[in-house]
């Protein structure tokens, strides 16, 4: 059998077993905080579904003890006797198993098959291989078998409730194969001049490809990086139903959509290496920008959502993906990228602003991307001040933009708009020490214990000193051993799990990091990076972290944690170098 492969060995609960553009993933997750006691092959298409059951079994036919192992290119089970199978992904829409010693049966999820959901399963003469055939996925799952013996099949054809799939016998003398792959309707059937072991090497090489593109910085000093980038390349999926461009998911977990500023943080991290797939990551949510230049809220395979939107942190991450690029983005990808950003930030100046109002507004927290962030307790129609700044930094690409593409009259525009938010902003929501949220229905004002009043300090370099210090003098309070808490750990709202009422959150983190070096406090930056780098090289790359203990939350394989990760390592190497 195999050796495992090189690269990181993870944990299938925490980290889904995947390959670079596939929609389905091996994971005992099979729903929203849903651990199931057997892997399934779980599909991301119409939403997060898990298809099939995968049940490992010793000679005598029964459920068998195992061990599981995960590297990049290589899921292993490993019986208390010796036996083992393989899976591998031979292509993103195939994986290959194989087994000695050990069984395995290979079964529909779900146990119900009506007329608008389940799956059906048959044996299909054409092709020479069994079919699972999903109503959620909308997918066909065929599974030809290449050696070995089929012990049994349960459920072909059967209507109403039924298990349904077939068993592949312990063979002690010698070996079974399998293919199992996701399809539409049919194709030929299957073949392949690959063996199993050149199908490992191969997917064990694209990883190792990637890791050397993503990272080529990476050392001793940055143990996480190699992890940081599978979980990346584990979460792009191909071109697929409303996804119209390669697409790294936020997980193939429950989380498997792309929210319109996620994206922005794999772009980022992407942007050295793979500067297509990063161009990709920022452009995605603009394949779908509305007549009024809004951006969706999100964006997956079967459906895109308006009802909210996400902040306007665009110019920030495209200026930052400009200097990141090996080429520089040429005249008619600038000419398009301009139109976009100024289509949005014309939304905001014109659809969030009241009637007579200088600053824009949100309507709800999740238009923040801090959904229940303590900011908008007493309100949720509200001007903040992170907003504005957003806002104030787009304005600035925008000029820089314009100037580059030789719209001198524009750019003045845009630079004296940025000039005229930011004064309303810091005179009408600065209180001296710190900044205030203001009901736009009320005018009432307060302030809160939430990070998210402090988050104006992106504004680095364009900030007054006085007023850069003093909120980095905010930040610091909100530093624990593990990096920045979303809500002060004094407050009352303060919640271990609170979402954003106290976890640490990497957008956050990149965001104040970069602000405060900008601002000049980069004493204060470097301790946050090395604080967030540590808490992802103990804990992983969850959604979200316990302030207090680091322990990861939620969502546990998040795309942008990892790149922001990938984002501070890279910066701290080469600062160190």
């Known amino acids: 059998m195999t050796a495992a492969p090189s690269g990181p060995a993870f944990s299938v609960h925490d980290i889904p077993f ?18 199931a006691d057997d892997l399934h092959l779980v599909s991301h298409q119409n939403g997060m579904h898990a298809v099939l059951r995968l049940v490992p079994l010793d000679p005598a036919g029964d459920r068998a003890e195992t061990g599981l192992r995960a590297t990049p290119g290589l899921l292993t089970w490993t019986g208390e006797d010796g036996g083992r199978v393989d899976l591998a992904y031979e292509t993103p829409d195939t994986v290959r198993l194989r087994g000695s010693g050990l069984g395995m049966t290979v079964t529909a999820a779900a146990p119900t098959l009506t007329p608008f959901s389940g799956t059906y399963f048959f044996h299909d003469p054409a092709a020479g291989a069994h079919v699972f055939t999903s109503y959620e996925t909308g997918r066909r799952y065929r599974v030809t078998v290449l050696s070995g013996t089929v012990a049994d099949t349960a459920g072909a054809q059967a209507l109403g409730s039924a298990e349904r799939g077939l068993t592949l016998a312990a063979e002690a003398d010698g070996s079974w194969e399998i293919a199992v792959e996701e ?25 190792t490809e990637f890791v050397d593109t993503v990272a080529p910085w990476r050392s001793s000093a940055t143990p996480a990086a190699e992890l940081a980038a599978y979980v ?19 997980s193939k977990h429950w989380m498997d959509k792309v929210w319109s500023w996620d994206h ?37 395979h079967s459906e895109v959502l308006h009802n909210f939107v996400k902040p306007p942190i665009h110019g920030w991450t495209f200026g930052h993906l400009r200097r990141r ?58 001007a903040t001040a ?12 925008l000029a820089d933009l314009a100037r580059e593409l030789e719209r001198p009259d524009e750019a003045g525009r845009w630079t004296r708009t940025a000039d005229e938010i930011q004064s309303a902003l810091l005179a009408q929501l600065w209180r001296g020490d710190r900044f205030v949220a203001r009901g736009v229905a009320t005018g009432d004002t307060w302030s809160s214990s939430s990070l998210l009043d402090l988050m104006p300090i992106v504004l680095g370099e364009h900030l007054p000193g006085e ?9 610091k309070a909100h530093l624990t051993p593990y ?23 990497a957008p956050a983190t990149v965001l104040v990091e970069d602000g405060l070096r900008r601002a000049g406090h980069h004493r204060l930056a470097d301790d946050i990076s090395a604080r967030f780098r540590a808490l992802c090289e103990a804990h992983g790359f969850a959604e979200n972290f316990d302030a207090l203990t680091g322990t990861g939350l939620r969502d546990r394989a998040y795309t942008w944690t990892a790149s922001s990760y990938l984002i501070l390592a890279e910066a701290h190497t080469r600062r160190a170098g």
């Open 183 to 207: 399809l539409d309707t049919a194709r030929p059937r299957f073949t392949s001049s690959a063996t199993f072991d050149e199908v490992v090497e191969a997917a064990r090489r694209s990883f």
């Open 18 to 35: 995947s390959t670079h553009g596939s929609w389905f993933d091996l994971s005992p997750v099979v729903a929203e905080k849903t651990y």
């Open 232 to 250: 990346l390349w584990s979460a792009t999926v191909r071109p697929a139903g409303l996804v119209g461009r390669p697409a790294v998911l936020m």
């Open 467 to 475: 007023i850069g210090s003093a909120l980095a003098d905010h930040i």
């Open 325 to 382: 690029l090996p080429t520089p983005p040429g005249r008619a990808e600038l000419t398009d990228t301009y139109d976009k950003l100024a289509r949005w930030t014309d939304f905001w100046l014109t659809e969030r602003r009241a009637p007579g109002a200088e600053l824009a507004h949100y309507q709800h927290g999740n238009d923040s991307g801090w959904d229940n962030a303590t900011t908008f307790d007493p309100e949720r129609v509200v």
């Open 483 to 505: 990096g920045l808490a979303t809500e002060l750990t004094t407050s009352p709202h303060y919640l271990a799990d609170g979402y954003w009422r106290g976890p640490i959150w």
């Open 386 to 397: 992170d907003l504005s700044a957003f806002i104030v930094l787009q304005l600035h690409e």
């Open 264 to 300: 922005c943080f794999n772009a980022l991290a992407l942007a050295a290496g793979c500067p297509d797939l990063a161009l990709d990551q920022f452009a995605l949510p603009f394949d779908h920008q509305d007549d009024t230049g809004a951006l969706p809220d999100s964006v997956t």
